[in-house]
Nanobody, 120 residues
Framework: QVQLVESGGGLVQAGGSLRLSCGASGNILVVNAMGWYRQAPGKQRELVAA???????NYPDSVKGRFTISRGNSKNTVDLQMNSLKPDDTAVYYCNANVVTTKYDYLEVWGQGTLVTVSS
């Protein structure tokens, strides 16, 4: 089985920074694309950052220039550096990974979510 473990959420004032981290573990052959999503109360889950195994990235306009996604050397970890945080960034943030298992199954795996609260 495959698990994603997240850390780094918390409370921060507007204008501050947080760094979220996520690691994939389990019966993994390779981890392909990874990403971060968020869901605020009453809203749909939305992509905030994605990165491929080749390190190409994708951000929505709402976070461009403020958030940076990166992969660890093993490609099994992903970080999200969040700067210049705004109250609108308040949400539960979820790590996501596309994984090929050691049995050659293709899985999309989600972390448990970590709460980010930005005060004004």
């Amino acid at each position: 089985q495959v698990q994603l473990v997240e850390s780094g959420g918390g409370l921060v004032q507007a204008g501050g920074s947080l760094r979220l981290s996520c690691g994939a573990s389990g019966n993994i052959l390779v981890v392909n694309a990874m990403g971060w999503y968020r869901q605020a109360p009453g809203k749909q889950r939305e992509l905030v950052a994605a990165i491929t195994s080749g390190a190409s990235t994708n951000y929505p306009d709402s976070v461009k220039g403020r958030f940076t996604i990166s992969r660890g050397n093993s490609k099994n970890t992903v970080d999200l550096q969040m700067n210049s945080l705004k109250p609108d960034d308040t949400a539960v943030y979820y790590c996501n990974a596309n994984v090929v298992t050691t049995k050659y199954d293709y899985l999309e795996v989600w972390g448990q979510g970590t709460l980010v609260t930005v005060s004004s």
